[in-house]
C-alpha cells in the first residue's frame, strides 16, 4: 500500500505539473482576479473559513456571487466550496436583513450602508464561527464577495473580518471611446471588446469576464460607445446589440448607456432640425428612450459630447448646453435615466485661452440643469495631460452636480507601452482643495456632494480596455483601471494602499516584491511628467496622435492645436501666463486659491509654467534657474525609468515569465522614448533660449532636426 | 495506508478537477494542436510509444521538435517524456541520415523525400522498438514530429506506422491582407495579430503559437502585409519589424514575404519614375532587396499586386507585367529570393468581360518571365466566388511557372459565421481537368509542375487569421486554414479525409462525432452556393462589404462592379454568355474543353450560368424548367442549414460546452441569413421574370423593397 500510495502521489503531481501550465498560465487575462492557490499558512486561513457558502437568495446576482465564491476559493485553497442551507463551521454566509435570521444570524443594523455597501464580519451564526456578508441588495452582497475573495487574494487573515464600506459615489461608469467599426478612439489595447458585428447572436465569455471584472471594484455602469457618436448607435438594429450585452452586464450591477449623437433627430428622425426646444426634437427623443427603455427597462441613459471638437450641439441653434441636456433628461427621466453632460467643450470660433472655455460656458448655465442631468468635467482644463491643476469648474457649480472624467488610458502618458501608474494623479486631483466653501473643499467632497450639496454624483474613467489578451496593453495598465474603482468608489482612497492591493493580486503578496514594486509604481507618473512635461508644461506631444515629443509644432491651423501655444517658449522664457495680464484664468479659481495662483512666487512649482510666463533665469527654490531646473527634471525622469528598469529585473523571481518578460520589453521601450522626449525638448528650447546644459547633463544625442524629422506612422488610437 | 492513499487519491482527483476548468478550457486558442488526454487504449498506446526522445541535433528547430513532441505526447498521455542519447524502448528517435547510425539505426535511403519530406516509421533500433523520424533536415524532422503527433491525437495506432510523405509544392504560403494599421482587408477574426506598433521589441508568445500551427500543416512561407501595400512596409522601421518576425519564424522553417508596393522608387527613392526599365529604378529596388537581405537573411521575396483595382504597376509606363515582375527579380535573385506576381488583373479603363482580362493580359507573357518570378493565379477568373470553374491560365502558361490563390478568409461565402468547409472548393479546383496536354491534365498537375516542367512551384492562401481568440473567428473557419495547408502540402488529397483529421484533432477522435460532423462539413460549402449563387451564378453580394445579397445593385460606375453584370437576368433568361455569342472567354480554354463549354447542353449544370445566358424554361436534367430549379437550389440551401442545426444539436455530448455554444450561436445567424439569401435572390429574379414560385416553394417573407432597403453598417473586413 505504500508503493500505491507513493505511485498516486506520483500521478498526483505529475497530474498536477501537466496542468500547471496552462491552468497557471499568465498572460494577463485574468487581471487581478486569479486566484492561485494561496502559501501555505494563507491557504489554511482561506480553506477554514472558507469551506461551505450559504446563500438564501436566488437571484442572478446572488449566482453569480456564489459563482464567483467557488472559483475564487476553489482556486486559492484547492479545495471545492460546499453549498449549505444554514450556517455551519467555516461558512460564507450572503444575507440581506430579511435573510439574516433566517440563516442563523442575528438582526444586523446596517442601514447606514445604502443600496451598494457591504458588511465582512468574522462572526458566529448558530454558533458556529462564520464569515458574514451582509448587505441591503443582492449588489451588494456581490461587492461583498468579492471583496472577501480580493482580501484572501491579499493574504489578509479571514479570523477577524469586520469590513463596512459603501461607495461615496452613485454613477461609477467606464466611458468605452469605441466605435463601431471596432476602432477605439484613443485605444491603446487592441479593438473594442465589443464586437458589434456578431452581437446580438453572440455574447460570449468575454463580456461576463469583463462583467466580473468592473463589479470586482464596484463599477456601475459603462458608456459603450465613442463621445464622437455616429447615429447608428440609437438605430434599431444596435439599440438589440446594446440590449444583448444589457442583459450580460444586468447580474453584475452594471447599466448600459450610450453616448448620444445631438443631430440625431435629423439624421435618423428626418426633422429639419436639432433644436432642443423644437416640440418635434422633444418628442423624438422621447419616442427614441421609450424605444431603448423597451428593450433595456434599465438603460443608464446617455453620454453627450456636444458643441465639441466638431460634434452638433445645442448652440448651431443659439441654444445653451443646459437646453441641449435638458431635452435628453425629459426623454429619460420618465424611466429613471440620467444625462451626463460633457463640460469638455473648446470652440474653433473662440480665441479665449483653451483653458477657461468651459468654465465660461457652464459657469453662467449653474441651476439652469434639469434634476437628471449631471455635468461631467474633465480633471483639468485641457486634456489629461500628465499633470493639471484640478479644473476651476469644480467647487463653482454649487446648483448643478458635478462628476469626474479620469482618462484610465494612457493617451497623454506614452499610451500602451510606458509604465505610469495612475493612482496618484487620481489621488492629486481629487485632494485638490477647491476654497469652494472654505479649506478642505477637495474636489473629492465636491465630487461626494459634501461641498453643495449635489442629488446626483459620479465619477467616469475613459477606459484602457480593448481585445488585447490582457485587456489594458500591459500588466500595469491594469493597475489604472483597478484604481480607477477604487477611486471611484471612495475618492478620498490612498493611491499607494491601492497599489499595493492591486499589486498583491496580480503578482503575489509577497512583500519583498510588493514594497519594491508599489514603490517603482508611485514614482512612475511623476517620471512621465518629468521627462515629457515638467514644472506644469503641457501638450507639448506630437500631432494627431500625441506621441512622443512635438513640442516645436507651431504651423497647425488653431493656435490651441499647436504644442508651442501651450509652453510659449521664447528668447526670454517660457510659460503660459494665465494671470490677470494673460489670459486670466487663474480668476476662475476661488479668490483664496486664485490669490495664490496669481503670484508666481506663491505658485507650487509643479505648476508653475501652467500658469505663469516666467524667465530662463528664474531662481527656483532648489537655487537653480529655471532652465537648469526643467534640464534636471528631464534628466530626472529618465534616471527614473533606468531605476524602474534595474528594479523590475530584480524582481525576476517573483514574476511568471510571461508578464515578466512584456513589462521588461515595455520598460526597455519606455528608456528610449523617456531619453528621446528629453533630448528632443531640450534641444528645440535650447534652440529657443541658447543656454548651455547644467553641468554633468549631457547634450541631445542629436541636432534638433533629426528629433523634427522623426515620424511615427500607424500610431494607435488615432 | 488505505485510508492514506484514500485521502492522496482525493486530494488528485480534486486536483485534476480544479485544473480541469483552465487547464482544458476550449477556447479555440490551441486549434487541432490540443494535446488533450487521450481515451484509455488509444493513451496506452501512445504512452507505450512516447517514452523517450532521442535528438543528437541542436538546431533551433529540433529544439522546437522536441518541445512539441514533450508537449504533445505529455499532454495525450498524462506522463513527461525523457530524453536520452541513445535509442530505448520506447523511444522517438529524430535523425538525418548522417545521424541515423549513431542513435541506433540503421542506414535509411530518403533522398527521395527532398528537403522537407520525412518518414515516420515503427521500427527498432539497437534491438528496441523506437519510432523512426527520418528526414533530410532538421526542418522536415519538425514537420515529422508535428505529424506523428496529429496522428496520435486522431487515435491511430503508433505500433506500425510507416508514413513517407514529402511536400508536392515548394512554395506554401499565407498571405496576409493586413495592414500596417492593424486592419485586416477581408479579415474576418479582428485585427491583425502583427502588432507592428510594438514590434520589434515585443515578440509575445502568439508569434510562436501561429508558427506552431503553420508548420504542423508545413505551410512554409507568409506574406505579412496586404498586397494593397504602403510604402513604409519597405522603410528602415517596417524592415526590422518585420526581421523580428522573421527570427521568430525561422526555427519553424517559414520565410517572412512583403508586398512591394510599386511605386516606391518613387515615394521613398524620391525618384521621378518607377518605370521598371528605368536604371535608377532598378538600382533602387536592388539596393532595397540588399537592405531587407542584410536583416533578415533568409528572406522569401516579394508578392506584388500592380496595375489591379487601382495599385500602381509597370503598365503605367507602358511596360508589361513580366517587365515590372522583372525588375523586383532581378533585386532579389543574388539572394535567392522569388517573386510572386500576381495575374488578377482588371482595369476600369478595359470593357471586356472581366473574366478573360487576366487571360489577355499574361498569357502573351508566357516565357518573359524571370526564373525566379511565379505567377500566382486566383482559382478562377472573378474573385473567389463561392464557385467558379479553374482559371484558364492554368494549363496555358507552359513557359511560366504559375501557383494557386485560394482565398482562406471566407470573403464570399458568408464571412466569420456561416460554416462553410473550402475543403470541397479547394479540391474541386485542384482535380478540374484543364486539358493542357490531354486528359489528366489537372489544375494539381499543372501546379505540381508536372504538365509542363516548372522550376518554381506553389500555393497560396489568403489567410483567415485574426487576434480573435480562436484565431480564425470560429472552430469551423480553422478547418480552412488546415485544409489548405494539407493541399498546399498535397494538392491531390482528398477534402473528407482531410477534414476527418481536423474534426478528430480539434474535438474527438470518437467517430460517432467525426462521422456526421465531416459529412456535414462536405454538404456545407454547396449549400452556400445553394443559398447565394447556384448554378453558375456569381458576385451576387451586396457592394464593398460583399456581405449579404444584393443581386439588384447595377448603379455602380463601372459595369463590372454591379451583380446585374454578372446575372444579366431579365424577362426571357439568366446567365452571362460567355460563348462566341458574347465574349468568348470560354475559348481561353484548351479547345477539348472549350468545345464542351460552348454548348450549354455539354456544360456542367453547376458552371450552367457563369457560360451561357439562358431562358427561364430551359428544361434541365431534372425535368424541372431552369427557374423551378434555381428555386429549388436556394430551397435545398436553407434546408441544409436547417439540417446542420438539427445535427449539431445533436453533437451536444461530445463537445466542449463553449466551442459548441459558439458554433450553436453562428449556425443560427447562418439559417436566418440563407432564408435572406434565398429569399431576396427570389424577390429580385421575381421581378425580372414574373414567373410564379414552384408548388410548396414559400413566397419570400417580404416584398422585394424590403431586401432592397437592408443595410449592414460598419460590416467587418471593408
Not at 634 to 653: E, F, H, K, N, S
Request: proline share 6%.
Amino acid at each position: 500500500m505504500v508503493r500505491q500510495a507513493g505511485r498516486i502521489l506520483s500521478v498526483l503531481l505529475l497530474c498536477c505539473g501537466l496542468c500547471a501550465t496552462p491552468a497557471f498560465a499568465e498572460d494577463g487575462y485574468d487581471l487581478w482576479l486569479r486566484y492561485r492557490p494561496l502559501a501555505g499558512p494563507a491557504q489554511a486561513d482561506a480553506a477554514a473559513h472558507a469551506r461551505v457558502i450559504v446563500a438564501p437568495g436566488t437571484s442572478p446576482t446572488i449566482a453569480a456571487a456564489v459563482a464567483e465564491l467557488e472559483r475564487g476559493f476553489g482556486g486559492m485553497t484547492g479545495r471545492p466550496l460546499l453549498r449549505a442551507a444554514l450556517a455551519e463551521d467555516g461558512a460564507i454566509v450572503l444575507a440581506t436583513p430579511a435573510q439574516a435570521r433566517g440563516v442563523g444570524l442575528g438582526s444586523a443594523s446596517i442601514a447606514d450602508l445604502g443600496r451598494e455597501g457591504f458588511w465582512l464580519l468574522t462572526t458566529t451564526a448558530n454558533g458556529k464561527p462564520v464569515i458574514a456578508i451582509l448587505a441591503n441588495t443582492d449588489i451588494g452582497l456581490l461587492y461583498g464577495s468579492f471583496r472577501l475573495l480580493e482580501l484572501a487574494e491579499q493574504g489578509v487573515s479571514l479570523a477577524h473580518l469586520d469590513v463596512r464600506s459603501a461607495p461615496k459615489l452613485q454613477l461609477r461608469v467606464l466611458d468605452h471611446w469605441d466605435n463601431l467599426d471596432r476602432s477605439v478612439e484613443r485605444g491603446y489595447a487592441g479593438q473594442s471588446i465589443w464586437d458589434w458585428w456578431t452581437l446580438p447572436d453572440y455574447t460570449g465569455p468575454r463580456y461576463t469576464d469583463y462583467a466580473r471584472a468592473n463589479a470586482s471594484i464596484g463599477i456601475n455602469g459603462a458608456v459603450l460607445n465613442n463621445v464622437n457618436a455616429v447615429k447608428e448607435s440609437l438605430t434599431a438594429r444596435y439599440i438589440a446589440k446594446t440590449a444583448a450585452l444589457a442583459d450580460v452586464f444586468r447580474p453584475y450591477g452594471i447599466k448600459v448607456y450610450l453616448s448620444a449623437r445631438f443631430s440625431a433627430p435629423i439624421e435618423l428622425g428626418g426633422l429639419k432640425t436639432a433644436d432642443p426646444l423644437d416640440p418635434a426634437v422633444k418628442a423624438w427623443w422621447a419616442a427614441k428612450a421609450d424605444e431603448i427603455y423597451r428593450a433595456i427597462p434599465d438603460f443608464g441613459g446617455f453620454l453627450v459630447k456636444a458643441n465639441s471638437e466638431g460634434q452638433p450641439g445645442p448652440q448651431d441653434y443659439h441654444r445653451t448646453h443646459a437646453d441641449g441636456a435638458n431635452v435628453l433628461a425629459e426623454a429619460v427621466r420618465p424611466h429613471g435615466g440620467v444625462v451626463m453632460y460633457r463640460a469638455f467643450v473648446y470652440s474653433e470660433h473662440n480665441a479665449a485661452d483653451r483653458a477657461r472655455q468651459a468654465y465660461d460656458d457652464f459657469k453662467p448655465l449653474d441651476g439652469r440643469f434639469a434634476d437628471n442631468v449631471i455635468v461631467q468635467v474633465k480633471n483639468g482644463a485641457i486634456d489629461f495631460q500628465p499633470r493639471e491643476p484640478f479644473h476651476p469648474l469644480f467647487g463653482a457649480m454649487p446648483k448643478t452636480p458635478l462628476m469626474m472624467e479620469f482618462q484610465i488610458a494612457k493617451e497623454y502618458l506614452g499610451q500602451a507601452t510606458h509604465l505610469a501608474y495612475l493612482g496618484p494623479l487620481f489621488q492629486e486631483t481629487l485632494e485638490s482643495d477647491t476654497f469652494a466653501h472654505g479649506a478642505g473643499s477637495t474636489v473629492a467632497r465636491v465630487l461626494e456632494g459634501k461641498v453643495d450639496r449635489y442629488r446626483l454624483t459620479g465619477m467616469a474613467g475613459v477606459a484602457n480596455i480593448g481585445v488585447d489578451r490582457d485587456w489594458s496593453g500591459s500588466t500595469f495598465n491594469q493597475a489604472n483601471w483597478f484604481a480607477f474603482g477604487r477611486f471611484a468608489w471612495d475618492p478620498d482612497g490612498d493611491a499607494k494602499t491601492i497599489g499595493a492591493e492591486w499589486a498583491q493580486m496580480t503578482f503575489t503578496p509577497d512583500p519583498r516584491f510588493v514594497t519594491p514594486v508599489v514603490a517603482m509604481m508611485m514614482a512612475s507618473r511623476e517620471a512621465v511628467v518629468d521627462y515629457m512635461t515638467p514644472l506644469g508644461l503641457a501638450h507639448q506631444m506630437a500631432t494627431g496622435h500625441h506621441y512622443g515629443p512635438g513640442p516645436w509644432v507651431s504651423e497647425l491651423a488653431r493656435p490651441e492645436w499647436n504644442p508651442t501655444y501651450y509652453a510659449r517658449a521664447d528668447a526670454t522664457g517660457i510659460g503660459f501666463d494665465r494671470t490677470v495680464s494673460g489670459s486670466d484664468a487663474v480668476g476662475q479659481y476661488a479668490p483664496a486659491l486664485a490669490g495664490r495662483l496669481a503670484d508666481p512666487n506663491t505658485t507650487p512649482e509643479r505648476d508653475l509654467l501652467w500658469f505663469h510666463h516666467v524667465a530662463w533665469d528664474r531662481r527656483m527654490a532648489s537655487g537653480r534657474t529655471l532652465w537648469d531646473e526643467l534640464v534636471a527634471h528631464y534628466d530626472r525622469g529618465v534616471a527614473q525609468v533606468d531605476a524602474m528598469q534595474r528594479l523590475w529585473d530584480a524582481l525576476a523571481p517573483y514574476v511568471d515569465a510571461e508578464r515578466f518578460a512584456k513589462t521588461r520589453t515595455f520598460l526597455g521601450v519606455q528608456q528610449r522614448e523617456a531619453m528621446w522626449w528629453r533630448d528632443a525638448s531640450i534641444a528645440w528650447f535650447q534652440s529657443r533660449n541658447q543656454l548651455p546644459l547644467p553641468a554633468g547633463s549631457p547634450a541631445p544625442a542629436h541636432p534638433l532636426d533629426y528629433y523634427r524629422a522623426i515620424e511615427t506612422p500607424f500610431a494607435p488610437g488615432h
